[in-house]
């Protein structure tokens, strides 16, 4: 079989590997399609070379098919249309015993810390596995990963019908996050500087702000009625956004840190003290937040074919990468058995 591997300075290489067979309560899959992502392009750039093992296979919002199962493995049979959760927690440290596996002190990330899904066939373990409905599109189903970020992220916030919600940046998360608020009943306004993107967005029927050209404070002060906004999301990851996020929203709101900044960041306190603000994490997903991404996405409720700008085959995974360096594209999928 072909698997895109890793291999250190901005470098990926296709090469022939031995499929292992899948081992106890394991389940092996053929990937279809696989998004590249932001956590990707990290690795790509050599930011968590010393996390990653080489020559590493990465690789984790993906959709496919089971080919095999394991011994022990019930419920899964060969045909089955499947995503994957890549989580795989310990389930004995604190957080777990606690009912937090998704965030596990021991967390295995699969696609980071070990094997993930851009090759064309990978072993999983069984309870990673999630069913796909047989009429959904496979090219569709590979955004079910991200899409249970953002559902993640809005039931986080606690957001409800009728409240206003600013996400700051309208890259795909933010789009996903703005489109499953929509959907929840929230007015969504998204802030992004560049203009391709708030383009993009708009298409998309959302109504944009570039920070750069407009005076957003005064914006969702207006739009708000002096009030402020009842959620902001910072999705966009720069540290300028998350010092002015306590001045979008109103008194007691509400702003979720979804964006990872891998140093510690300013955030103006005194706002948070005077106006009463929630500061909230919100990390990957829980099976709930997942199988509510399945039912959006075979729905028709996220837009799939306005946000996956092109497919490309495995063998093209470094000139994705380009792309969505230099901002050229929202969302690129690899076809993994081409």
Known sequence: MKAAQYVGNETFQVAETQAAPPGPGQVRVAPAFTGVCGTDLHIYRGHMDSRVTFPAVIGHEMSGVVESVGEGVTGWTVGQKVTV????????????????????????????????????????PEEALLRLPDAVRLDHAALVEPTAVAVHDVRR????????????GGGPIGVLIA???????ADVVVLELDE??????????????SPRETDAEAWINEWTGGAGADVAFEVSGAAAAMLSATSLVRVRGRIVVVAIYPQPTPVN??????????????????????????????????????????????ENLPAAFEALA?????????????
């Open 269 to 314: 306190l005194h706002a948070m003290f005077w106006r009463e603000l929630t500061l909230i994490g919100a990390r990957v997903y829980e099976r709930e937040d997942f199988e509510t991404a399945i039912d959006l996405v075979a729905d028709g409720v996220i837009p799939a074919d306005l946000l996956i700008t092109r497919i490309e085959p495995l």
């Open 179 to 185: 489109t499953v608020a929509r959907h929840v009943g």
């Open 85 to 124: 959760m890549p989580l795989d927690s310990c389930h004995d440290c604190p957080a777990c015993r606690n009912g937090h596996t998704h965030v596990c002190q021991n967390l295995n990330f699969i696609g980071v810390d070990t094997a993930g899904s851009l090759q064309q066939l990978w072993n999983v």
């Open 157 to 168: 916030a606690g957001l409800a019908e009728g409240e206003k919600a600013v996400v700051i």
């Open 326 to 338: 230099a901002g050229e594209a929202m969302k690129i999928l690899i076809d993994c058995q081409t």
């Open 196 to 209: 391709t993107r708030r383009r993009a967005v708009e298409g998309l029927g959302f109504t944009t702000v």
